[in-house]
């Protein structure tokens, strides 16, 4: 396992503070077969939830506007930022021009058989594959993953071994949880891809959250 996973600072500071869910949570340490993701929105929820990015405390976005809710535990890796890496790979696997990262941490949804009723909780997850999501003219990508050890799940290895119908669930909500009335559609998926794309897709948000926040550390070494 490579050095750069692992973060000290963070560790330390979680000690003594709660940690903020984007910066201070260790990615996990057998990444990218195995991540923490943290969770903002469970299937129960007709509000959308997100981290607020200056304090981390979970915020609301807006209500959904109509019945469709996420089919998944929803939420996003810490430590990935979606940069210029991210869109440079969107632009690679597509052909499309101008595509940029859309600045937020790297998505993920996690599949479970078990029923959990409110999300700001951090669980281990396999991600298995992806969408390629171009919003506007930003990379959007959603990584699909399963509960490490779900009991029914957690035997899927690769996206082909989910039931089609799920997938066709998982898309529709991506294609549709941002419509508002008398709004163009902006979204698009234009592939579905496999765990190895999966893993090269988090590799680059690692790598651009690196870039991104290279003085994170030495801000919070400062500040202390």
């Not at 859309?102 to 594959?129: F, N, Q, W």
């Not at 979204?187 to 948000?205: F, G, L």
Request: hydrophobic content about 35%; some cysteine; overall charge negative.
């Amino acid at each position: 396992m490579s050095d750069k996973f692992s973060d000290p600072i963070g560790r330390l500071m979680g000690l003594r503070y709660k940690s903020h869910p984007w910066h201070g949570v260790h990615i996990g340490d057998f990444v990218p077969e195995k991540v923490t993701a943290f969770i903002e929105v469970v299937p129960t929820d007709t509000v959308k939830y997100e981290v607020d990015k200056d304090t981390g405390y979970l915020k609301i976005d807006r209500p959904q506007q109509y019945s469709n809710v996420v089919p998944a535990l929803y939420g996003f890796i810490p430590q990935t930022y979606c940069g210029k890496k991210v869109g440079k790979f969107c632009m690679d696997k597509t052909g499309q021009k101008g595509v940029k990262g859309d600045g937020d941490p790297l998505d993920i949804v996690v599949l479970t058989e078990k029923s959990i009723h409110h999300g700001d909780i951090l669980v281990t997850a396999r991600p298995i594959g992806g969408f390629r999501m171009i919003d506007g003219n930003e990379a959007d990508d959603k990584i699909i993953a399963v509960l490490n050890n779900d009991f029914v799940y957690g035997k899927f290895a690769n996206l082909a071994d989910v039931p089609e119908t799920i997938i066709t669930r998982l898309r529709h909500y991506f294609l549709t949880y941002k419509d508002l009335p008398g709004e163009e559609k902006n979204s698009v998926i234009t592939h579905v891809y496999d765990k190895d794309e999966a893993y090269e897709v988090i590799q680059c948000a690692i790598d651009d959250y690196h870039s991104r926040f290279e003085n994170l550390g030495k801000l919070m070494i400062l500040d202390d």
